[in-house]
Structure formats: structure tokens, C-alpha cells
């Protein structure tokens, strides 16, 4: 089924969006403040300079499946859905300057008033999460004087193009999200990404507005460690090629999910001592990493925000489930569960820490002796009775995962507050507390 399409603002994403429909069959309508663009993309050319994107335009164009205008009004009454492409760029302090965005919003708003039929609205510039529902939907309304869900539809559907590969990668996206209040407002978005070779996530639009954000400061996270780890290699003598050609090959730790829910700080033998080692060299080699630099103190930082949550809710009786860094291990090594229990407790909080592999009747050797001789007052609050631990609790932390939802659900009472550390999955959460947080998530 073909469709008709708008699309307000004919830079990089909109030039693309407005040449991969038009060749994939659609009616579309570009639209630009830019006479310059507009008259380029009308006479059948393109305004920026894309592989294949002159071939496109010329051919959607020749075909009479596209033109282009400055008038919206004409854009709005002549297609069923306007695709929002306008740019948001950084004011000088670094705030989203969102005024091109509200001024198609004004334009299209009252292009609305106008129409008789629905209008299905979609920003796909990239935007903070709540500015569609927030700044952008309210602007809608007051311009049209109607309503959203009634009279028209507002959908956020972020772009996932790279500038020099812009066609290919919206023929072969990553994923298709579509953000909408209400899946039913999502049906003319389905049909026209129907032949895109790509997982279709349907979500709620605040998350389709973040995935944006999340994947664009990842990559930047991306760019910046790589840089930082070969520029270590460069000084130590190492090749860096070799180094990330077997680096990225691991897809079971490296490149994959892991280490990416957010919970809380890492900790263990390994993490931060190894980082303390390549921060250290790097400073005898006067080099400044501050990627690598800054991950001690934002590690501090979960600390810091799991005590101050403890600490809003004006309770005092605390039940730490496990001490050790992860559950099946008894390695208390920079445990941030110990540096969190060790503030708790100098806050005056009456603390109870169950840990099954971590129990002194089981324990010996080393971490015995660690715990009796650094951490004895948590070693004299350690209990393996996770009832016993529960019971008095009134605020209970879940540090790592070796109690199961069905222990947990049989003792939680609906007035305890949970801290869930782990960010357990929503299915294996266990019940009976109503309060039930982490603090990055
Ligand atoms: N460039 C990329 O690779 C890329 C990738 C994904 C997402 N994004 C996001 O997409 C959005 C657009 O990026 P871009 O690089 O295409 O921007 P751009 O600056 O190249 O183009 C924006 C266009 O919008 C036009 N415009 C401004 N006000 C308008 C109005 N009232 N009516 C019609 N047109 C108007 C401008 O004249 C300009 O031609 C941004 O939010 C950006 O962050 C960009």
C-alpha cells in the first residue's frame, strides 16, 4: 500500500527519509524554510551529497513521487503523515535548542485545524525523552484546537543513519523503533518500514526518545576508550590492531550485553585494581586518559547514591542481602557492598547482612581472616539466616543474586522498601514489598 508522506526539514535525515520512501513507492512531500533546498530537491536533485541518494531523488522524482515546497500548509493537507526531521542543536551551554522543532510544531498544528482527515504526526528528530509528550504534543493541540488520539496521532520514531553510508543504513537499520502512546497509532508505521530487514521494537515514546540517547553517548564511551586504550598501546610499545582485532572477536564479554544493565558500582580482585594500573602508567607516562580516569569516581558515585536513598527514606533498620561483589563467590576483594554497608553503619544505621557463601561457619582462610580482622563489625552482624535478616528489616538491599524470588517473596512485607541493586529482570522480581527501586534504573 503506497502512502503519503511529508517531511519537514530536508538536511541529512530528511533528505534520505524523503528519497528511500519515494523509491520504496510512497507519495512524498519534502519541506524546508531553505528555498535553496527546496528548489534543488523539487528540480529533482539532491541537497546533500550521499551515496546513490542522486539516482533516488531523480527516479522518485521522474516518477511524480516527489516534490518539495516551503509551504506546510500544502505539505499537511496533501499527506497523511509528516515526519519531523528539523535540527536540534546545542545552545552555547549545551541545552537541546528545540526552537526549530516548535515552530514546525506551530505550522503543522495549524495546517491541522485546518484538515478534515486524521494526521499522524512523527518526530524523528533526535530529542530528550519527554519532550515529545511535553513540549511538542501541548503545541500540537493549541494550534490545531483539536485532540491527540482523536483528531490526529503523535509518534517518535528515532533514526539510526550514519552520514556516508546515510542510504544504506536506512534500508539495513540496526532496528526499527516506534514510539507511540497507543500501539493502534502505530499502523501507517508499520506499512511503510513493512519490507526493512530489521527487528520492529514497539515501545512507549520517552523510551524510543532514549534509545537515541543511550546509543549516541555509548558510541561516543565507544570512541573514547578505544582511543585512550590504543594510545596506551602507542606508548607501551603494542601493536593496538592486534590488540582490538582479538579484543572485539570476544562476543560473550565484550561486544555483547554484558556489563550492561545498570545496577550498581562493579568491585571485585580485578576491575578497579586493573584500572588503578593502566591509570597509574599512564600518569609516569604523562599521558591524560580521562575516560579511563573518570570510572574510579563514577563507581563512587553508586555508593554515594545508594546511601543517599537509604538515607530519604528515614528508616534505620537495614537488611544487606550478600557482601560479596557477585553472588556464588566468598572473594570480599573491593566489595562495593562492604564499603556500602561500612557508610551505612556510619550513619547510624542498625545493619544485618545475610550472605549464604559468604557465612562465617563456612568461611576459612583468607576471607575469615579478612573479615575478622578489617570488617569485623560487619562480620559480627552477618548472619545466614535470611529470615532472621529480613524480619526486623525495614529497608532490604538486594546486592547480589543468591536469594531467589520464591525465598524472597515467602518473607517481604508490603511496608519494607526494596533497593534492588542488581536490576533483577521484572518476571524473577520478588513480591511483597510495594516499594521496590534501584538507583540507575
Ligand atoms: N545527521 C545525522 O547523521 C543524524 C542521524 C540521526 C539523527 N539525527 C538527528 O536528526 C535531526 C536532523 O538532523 P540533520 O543532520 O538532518 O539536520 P540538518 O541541520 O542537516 O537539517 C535540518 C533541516 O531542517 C530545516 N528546518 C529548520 N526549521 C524548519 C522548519 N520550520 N520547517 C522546515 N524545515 C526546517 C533546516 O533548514 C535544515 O535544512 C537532528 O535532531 C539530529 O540530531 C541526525
Known amino acids: 500500500m503506497s502512502l503519503s508522506v511529508s517531511i519537514f526539514g530536508l538536511g541529512y535525515v530528511g533528505s534520505v527519509s524523503a528519497a528511500c520512501f519515494g523509491s520504496m513507492g510512497h507519495s512524498v512531500i519534502g519541506v524546508d524554510v531553505s528555498r535553496t533546498k527546496v528548489e534543488i530537491l523539487d528540480s529533482g536533485r539532491t541537497p546533500i551529497i550521499e551515496a546513490e541518494m542522486s539516482e533516488m531523488v531523480a527516479a522518485a522524482s521522474k516518477a511524480g513521487r516527489l516534490r518539495a515546497t516551503t509551504d506546510a500548509t500544502d505539505a499537511v493537507l496533501n499527506s497523511e503523515v509528516s515526519f519531523v526531521c528539523v535540527g536540534t542543536p546545542s545552545l552555547k551551554n549545551g541545552k537541546l535548542?528545540?526552537?526549530?522543532?516548535?515552530?514546525?510544531?506551530?505550522?503543522?498544528?495549524?495546517?491541522?485545524?485546518?484538515?478534515?482527515?486524521?494526521?499522524?504526526?512523527?518526530?524523528?528528530?533526535?530529542?530528550?525523552?519527554?519532550?515529545?509528550?511535553?513540549?511538542?504534543?501541548?503545541?500540537?493541540?493549541?494550534?490545531?484546537?483539536?485532540?491527540?488520539?482523536?483528531?490526529?496521532?503523535?509518534?517518535?520514531?528515532?533514526?539510526?543513519?550514519r552520514e556516508g553510508s546515510a542510504v544504506a543504513d536506512f534500508r539495513n537499520p540496526p532496528y526499527t523503533i516506534l514510539g507511540a502512546s497507543d500501539a493502534n497509532?502505530?499502523?501507517?508505521?508499520?506499512?511503510?518500514?513493512?519490507?526493512?530487514?530489521?527487528?520492529?521494537?514497539?515501545?512507549?515514546?520517552?523510551?524510543?526518545?532514549?534509545?537515541?540517547?543511550?546509543?549516541?553517548?555509548?558510541?561516543?564511551?565507544?570512541?573514547?576508550?578505544?582511543?585512550?586504550?590504543?594510545?596506551?598501546?602507542?606508548?607501551?610499545?603494542?601493536?593496538?590492531?592486534?590488540?582490538?582485532?582479538?579484543?572485539?572477536?570476544d562476543t560473550k564479554l565484550n561486544i555483547s550485553g554484558a556489563y550492561l544493565s545498570p545496577g550498581f558500582a562493579f568491585g571485585g580482585s580485578c576491575l578497579p585494581k586493573d584500572l588503578r594500573a593502566i591509570t597509574y602508567k599512564a600518569k609516569e607516562l604523562d599521558l591524560k586518559l580521562p575516560v579511563l580516569e573518570s570510572l574510579m569516581p563514577s563507581n563512587a558515585e553508586h555508593i554515594d547514591r545508594t546511601v543517599d536513598m537509604v538515607l530519604s527514606t528515614g528508616k534505620k533498620k537495614i537488611a544487606q542481602l550478600g557482601l560479596s561483589f557477585k553472588a556464588g563467590t566468598d572473594d570480599l576483594r573491593e566489595s562495593p557492598q562492604v564499603q556500602l554497608i561500612k557508610r551505612l553503619m556510619g550513619e547510624g544505621m542498625e545493619v544485618r547482612v545475610w550472605d549464604e557463601d559468604v557465612s562465617l561457619g563456612r568461611l576459612a582462610g583468607a576471607n575469615r581472616q579478612y573479615i575478622e580482622e578489617v570488617i569485623p563489625h560487619i562480620g559480627s552482624v552477618l548472619s545466614a539466616d535470611l529470615e532472621a535478616v529480613l524480619r526486623p528489616a525495614e529497608v532490604v538491599i538486594l546486592g547480589n543474586k543468591s536469594a531467589s524470588k520464591d525465598r524472597l517473596s515467602k518473607h517481604l512485607r508490603p511496608e519494607q522498601i526494596v533497593i534492588d541493586l542488581i536490576h533483577v529482570d521484572r518476571a524473577k522480581r520478588p513480591e511483597g514489598a510495594k516499594t521496590y527501586e534501584g538507583i540507575c534504573w
Open 97 to 161: 535548542d528545540l526552537s526549530h522543532i516548535e515552530n514546525v510544531a506551530r505550522e503543522i498544528g495549524a495546517a491541522i485545524r485546518q484538515k478534515k482527515a486524521p494526521h499522524v504526526f512523527v518526530l524523528r528528530s533526535t530529542v530528550l525523552p519527554g519532550t515529545t509528550e511535553t513540549v511538542v504534543l501541548p503545541i500540537l493541540e493549541r494550534e490545531s484546537g483539536k485532540r491527540c488520539g482523536r483528531d490526529f496521532t503523535v509518534c517518535y520514531n528515532p533514526e539510526f543513519m
Open 185 to 249: 497509532h502505530l499502523a501507517p508505521l508499520r506499512e511503510l518500514y513493512k519490507d526493512v530487514p530489521a527487528a520492529l521494537y514497539e515501545t512507549t515514546i520517552p523510551v524510543a526518545e532514549m534509545v537515541k540517547y543511550f546509543s549516541n553517548c555509548y558510541h561516543a564511551v565507544k570512541v573514547g576508550f578505544a582511543n585512550e586504550m590504543g594510545t596506551m598501546c602507542k606508548h607501551l610499545g603494542v601493536d593496538a590492531q592486534a590488540v582490538t582485532k582479538i579484543f572485539t572477536s
